[in-house]
């Protein structure tokens, strides 16, 4: 019996015609032989090299960079595998860039446990005997047994296709994870470079330009003290007016940070704050039996914010509403509108930039919006318990 393979890599059944997928397996096991002697003085010679100079400075160092080198056979091979076996093997994540720049010990730590290179520096040391026997009884078969070659070249390419799968595909669901993640990196990178340039801009535009004009509304102001008081004093009164508008502009900006609501009393009453500023009215309800973690609560509300923010500004409602709940792991959040629907994606309003952001805290973004309304949009975030309070109950902050 053949050793199983999963249905979208079974080749068609093998019969005594000699089809193209015959012939691409009997030139698969006859270049078993070349592609086995490469990989295993490859990987004899790596690794005894890299043992032998273990004690000096350079063999530790050379069999890392021997181990980024054996990814290339693997990649070789699981592309000799796919073109005349059809089997789809994922490429494994690559290793994490950078590292050079984080140290050379980070980077030769990084090498020599990569899990990539040394399955494949296994999976060539164990192809040699392999590749002999697969060279050898095809070649028999050509001449001997020309009529049940078929059948054999099958069976033996089955258990290549078993091998390249267990020991090239990516090792399980955490290699795909660390691509992800370190793709997710930069989403957060790129969302926090935003952030304070918003911040910068912020800044430079409005409060510090406002006091900067304030304190030459003063200087002009204590110039005219003795000379003209009456003019002196409309100036203060003036700067006293600039004096409250900056504060305001302040406030607003820290609230865009971090508000002082959200810290003190939670999502209840921030989501609460914000909904009373959204041009349409809004049902706010939060059942959570404690509130989650800072990191994560700060994510909730200002997604909440940036949902609202839109539909002050596109969805031409008459109402909405703000559902937050728990359900196991998860920290769950809905905006409903009944206004014109139509919202996407890519439309402009900012809910890449939001689906981009959720999903690089492993968290979910799902639009549903037709055109002629209603929206809503549900998002799920990871719960994690406060740090050292998980038991606190909703507003004992």
């Known amino acids: 019996m053949s050793p199983s393979l999963p249905d979208n890599d ?34 004899v010679f790596l690794v005894a090299v890299g043992a032998g100079l273990s004690v000096t400075v350079v063999g530790l160092p050379l069999l890392a960079l ?9 990649r070789a091979e699981r592309a000799r595998a796919r073109s005349m076996l059809g089997v789809r093997i994922d490429e494994p994540s690559p290793m994490a860039r950078g590292r050079r720049d984080q140290g050379f010990f980070n980077w030769l ?3 020599l446990k990569d899990p990539v290179g040394w399955r494949t520096l296994l999976y060539s040391f164990m192809r040699l005997p392999w590749g002999v026997a697969t060279f050898v009884v095809t070649l028999v078969s050509l001449f001997v047994l020309w009529p049940v070659l078929p059948y054999i070249a099958r069976g033996l390419t089955n258990a290549d296709r078993v091998m390249a799968r267990a020991l090239l595909s990516p090792s399980d669901e955490l290699e795909r994870r660390i691509a992800e993640l370190e ?57 006293h007016g600039e004096v409250k508008v900056a504060l305001q502009e302040l406030r607003d900006l820290a609230r865009g940070i971090h508000p002082a609501v959200l810290t003190d009393r939670g999502l209840d009453a921030a989501l609460s704050a914000i909904a009373s500023r959204c041009t349409v009215p809004v049902t706010v309800s939060v059942d959570l039996p404690a509130r989650p973690a800072e990191a994560i609560e700060g994510i909730a509300y200002f997604t909440v914010s940036e949902l609202l923010q839109n539909v002050s500004k596109h969805a031409r409602a008459t109402r909405a509403s703000v559902d937050v709940w728990r359900s196991g792991d998860r920290l769950m959040l809905q905006v409903q509108d009944d206004g014109r629907g139509g919202a996407r994606l890519d439309g402009g309003t900012g809910m890449s930039g939001l689906a981009e952001r959720l999903g690089a805290v492993d968290g979910l973004f799902v639009l549903d919006s037709p055109e002629g309304g209603p929206t809503s949009v549900t998002a799920e975030l990871p719960w994690r318990d406060r740090a050292g309070t998980g038991s606190e109950r909703i507003g004992a902050a």
């Open 109 to 111: 730590w990084s090498g």
């Open 10 to 43: 079974r080749p068609p059944p093998a019969r005594f015609a000699f089809d193209g997928w015959t012939w691409k397996e009997i030139a698969y096991l006859l270049a078993n032989l070349p592609m086995a002697i490469v990989g295993f003085v490859y990987s």
């Open 66 to 74: 021997g181990l980024q080198g054996a990814r290339g056979l693997g």
């Open 183 to 239: 793709s997710d990196r930069g989403v957060v990178v790129d969302t926090a470079a935003a952030d304070l340039r918003r911040i910068e801009r912020d800044l430079h535009d409005g409060a510090q330009a406002r006091l900067v004009a304030l304190a030459m509304g003063l200087g002009l102001a204590k110039e005219k003290l003795t000379d003209d008081p009456e003019a002196a004093a409309r100036m203060v009164d003036e700067a």
